[in-house]
């Protein structure tokens, strides 16, 4: 079975265009068939802060109003998007930007109000897996938006993290996938202050002893938990840490494994 790599970039790579500018150059040197994943929370906080729109985040997660949405899809879709496509086309990748609206790629339902009512935010239904790879066979690298559909014609905010590990299930039913988080930390580090005390290895076993000494906590637990769904569901490998970890001869990051 043929190799699938799903990278996935968090906001602050995102945010200084210098990182982008070097994580990009790896990306396309990143051999074999690839999709890129990316966020870009921190832009629409500042976009819509201009707008004169307050964001409103419950446990690290947006509330998304009717004009929170407007704005997240000009960014995501649009400013973000089409800048890190444009960015790639240079590097003679031949990328197209697409939302889960695009060949109904991604479809999703809004989530339902419990202790929060989160607005227009989406929990991944179904990816179609078959129709991306046909952009794949086309030799296009797809590169993913924040944004899904419902199929109703309604847009909605999905966490970038959980579209990369969904893509990831769902491709894995025509490829061996290998996904990778970058973001800004080496890996899942074991004392935050210490940016060197990378975790090299993080199975079910481990995890829970993280878990409890309440080493893993925060933003980072919904990471770890989409990883160990991905995981159950069928894709091969996933790795977390800073682009380094996209060059070979780099091991310096935590691999999760079940």
Same mark, same amino acid.
């Given at each position: ?79 973000? +998007? ?12 031949? %990328? ?7 060949? +109904? ?22 990816? %179609? ?30 966490? %970038? ?80 840490? +800073? ?16």
């Amino acid at each position: 079975m043929e190799t699938l790599k799903i990278v996935k970039i968090g906001g602050n790579i995102i945010e200084d265009e210098t990182s982008l500018n070097a994580f990009l150059k790896l990306f396309s040197n990143l051999e074999g068939k690839k999709i890129l994943v990316h966020g870009g929370g921190k832009r629409a906080t500042s976009v819509a802060l201009k707008l004169g729109i307050e964001s409103q985040m419950v446990n690290g997660r947006r509330v998304t109003d009717a004009k929170t949405l407007e704005v997240i899809t000009m960014v995501y879709g649009g400013l973000v +998007n089409k800048n890190v496509v444009a960015k790639l086309q240079a590097l003679n990748v031949n %990328a197209i930007g697409l939302t889960g609206a695009d060949v +109904n790629s991604i479809s999703s339902e809004k989530r339902p109000i419990k202790e929060v009512d989160f607005g227009f935010v989406g929990d991944v239904k179904k990816v %179609a897996h078959e129709s991306i790879d046909k952009l794949i066979q086309a030799d296009f690298i797809p590169v993913f938006c924040a944004i899904t559909h419902d199929g109703n014609g309604q847009l909605l905010n999905t966490n %970038a993290d959980t579209i990369t590990s969904q893509v990831a299930i769902g491709m894995s039913k025509l490829y061996k996938t290998s996904v990778y988080y970058c973001f800004e930390l080496n890996g899942v580090l074991e004392n935050i202050q210490d940016k060197n005390s990378v975790i090299k290895h993080i199975d079910s076993k481990t995890y829970k002893y993280l878990l409890d000494r309440g080493i893993i906590a925060d933003g980072m637990l919904p990471k770890l938990e989409n990883c160990f769904d991905a995981l159950k569901n069928g894709v091969n490998t996933i790795n977390m840490g +800073n682009t380094d970890m996209l060059i070979k001869a780099n091991d310096n990051f935590t691999k999760i494994t079940l």
